[in-house]
């Protein structure tokens, strides 16, 4: 027992030294740890800059996966807009970049960040395009104008699906934003079997305005494009499918010319050569008159046929 008893603190002392040995091991491991944590946060910061202003765009980039697998996924996005020394915006990008975007160059500027005019009154936007995710989808532009009244940046955004190209069609300095209406995608056929109606946006301080039927002569050459698809897939196969990717966007764009008979009379057309009767298995509802039906329906619940 004597022994035992004399051997206890020697345990008591050894345990001691080990528990601290062990203590001054983790220190050292932590202390190489969250450097190399404190790195993988480290913030990506873009800017652009247009006389007294100055836009930033920051955000954290990690590897992930490995070898083949390996990508860069983006988090906590915030954009920064400094005029004249003053920071009158600082906010982070939110819904949907909190769960996934990556930035994307602009149609715009160029750039992820970038400044230009786009509504013709000598004062820059801050413009970020981010891509959402997805197959032929989705770019969102955000756009960050001047508020001289308030002394504030104001945020307008615009989620063109597919994307879009700028152009100036009046050359007065207006920027038009050119794509197509996203909510046709798919509708009535596959997304790859057909195309979907114009879609022009005016930038504005709060939103974007769609303003596509003030530009006509935009309209009319793209229905011609769309009736032009439709007689070169119309005596195909697999018909059904490809002819309801033409003639649903060149309906539309009809419509919004004044001109919608025109455009369900070419439908009828197509329902009498049954160029809308099921040939495949791949041939998607609705068919047949359902198909034109259908469109009437889409048309009127999306503003195309009143």
């Known amino acids: 027992m004597a022994t035992i008893v004399s051997r206890a603190p020697h345990l008591k002392t050894f345990g001691s030294r080990v528990s601290a040995a062990l203590a001054v091991a983790t220190l050292a491991l932590a202390a190489l740890v969250v450097p190399a944590g404190a790195a993988a946060q480290e913030r990506t910061v873009e800017t652009a800059t247009s006389g007294t202003v100055t836009a930033e765009l920051s955000y954290i980039k990690r590897g992930r996966g490995r070898g083949e697998f390996r990508f860069d996924e983006f988090r906590d996005f915030r954009v920064k807009v400094t005029r004249a020394g003053q920071v009158l915006y600082d906010q982070p990008v939110g819904k949907p970049c909190d769960e996934f975007c990556t930035p994307a160059e602009s149609a715009l500027t160029g750039e992820h960040i970038g400044l230009r005019d786009l509504n013709g009154d000598g004062e820059p936007e801050a413009i970020v395009d981010l891509f959402t995710g997805g197959t032929s989808c989705c770019v969102l532009v955000l756009a960050y104008g001047f508020d001289a009244a308030a002394n504030v940046y104001r945020r307008a955004r615009l989620d063109t699906g597919g994307g879009f190209v700028a152009r100036d069609y009046g050359g007065d300095g207006v920027i038009e934003l050119v794509g ?89 057309v197509a329902l009498r050569r049954g160029e809308l009767d099921r040939r495949t298995a791949f041939d998607v509802s609705p068919l047949g008159p359902a198909y034109l039906r259908a469109l009437r329906r889409y048309l009127r619940r999306t503003g195309y046929l009143g």
Not at 196 to 220: C, D, M, N, Q
């Open 180 to 268: 197509d209406d996203f909510r046709f995608r798919g509708l009535f056929t596959c997304g790859a079997c057909g195309s979907r109606p114009l879609r022009i946006w005016h930038y504005g301080l709060r939103r974007f305005e769609v303003v596509t039927p003030s530009f006509p002569a935009k309209i009319r050459a793209h229905a011609r494009r769309m009736k032009r698809f439709y007689e070169r897939v119309r005596h195909r196969r697999d018909a059904p499918v490809f002819v309801k990717g033409a003639l649903t966007p060149y309906t539309a764009d009809l419509c919004l010319l004044g001109r919608c008979g025109a455009g369900f009379r070419l439908v009828r």
